[in-house]
């Protein structure tokens, strides 16, 4: 079992910076890769960032490249994702994932293919 729980969401204005942080805990060497996903009011789960443990390879979603940027520590078990330039657009609860399945181009993006999910931290940009 991973336990994940992430931090650092808030209220900022559009142009801002945040940067959120997921904390692994337990079994994370099971792990095949971690993924960012974001939720809006009335909207589906989408697909932010992946990273691939092995070789940190990471995939961006098009309407986050160039703004966004995940990292890893490793000493920490801990995934950032640093978000720049952000928009009203960007506001979602945001949420990491983990998955130990074997991913490759497009599954990435699916959240179904995850298997452990944190609880969640709020994004809010104003205009």
């Known amino acids: 079992q991973v336990q994940l729980v992430e931090s650092g969401g808030g209220l900022v204005q559009a142009g801002g910076s945040l940067r959120l942080s997921c904390a692994a805990s337990g079994r994370t060497f099971s792990a095949y890769g971690m993924g960012w996903f974001r939720q809006a009011p009335g909207k589906e789960r989408e697909f932010v960032v992946a990273i691939r443990w092995s070789d940190s390879w990471v995939y961006y979603a098009d309407s986050v490249k160039g703004r966004f940027t995940v990292s890893r520590d490793n000493a920490k078990n801990t995934v950032y994702l640093q978000m720049n330039s952000l928009k009203p657009e960007d506001t979602a609860v945001y949420y990491c994932?983990?998955?130990?399945?074997?991913?490759?181009?497009?599954?990435?993006?699916?959240?179904?293919?995850?298997?452990?999910w944190g609880q969640g931290t709020q994004v809010t940009v104003s205009s």
């Open positions: 994932a983990s998955t130990s399945n074997y991913m490759y181009g497009s599954t990435w993006t699916f959240h179904r293919n995850y298997h452990h």
